[in-house]
């Protein structure tokens, strides 16, 4: 397990988000945001547009998901 923060996937806050595979914290990701989008929360706006682009053009995002992909391995187990 491994612990990757809002901040560190692209976000505003430090919210952490644990899981086994780097899938595991984007999609984590992709929840947190949508829930802050969904109580208001307009400092994860950005972030949400971001991450909705990234599901809408995967190709396009093959960068992100492969330095996410990376930064994660590196992280030491929780």
């Given amino acids: 397990m491994r612990t990757m923060t809002c901040r560190q996937l692209g976000g505003p806050c430090d919210l952490g988000h644990t899981g086994e595979t780097a899938d595991d914290v984007i999609n984590a990701q992709d929840q947190h945001l949508k829930a802050a989008e969904k ?10 547009e971001a991450m909705k682009g990234r599901w809408k053009h995967p190709k396009r995002s093959l960068d992100w ?14």
Avoid at 67 to 72: D, L, R, S
């Fill in 65 to 78: 998901y492969r330095g996410t992909k990376q930064a994660f391995a590196e992280l030491p187990e929780d």
């Fill in 39 to 48: 109580a208001g929360d307009a400092t994860h706006q950005e972030a949400r």
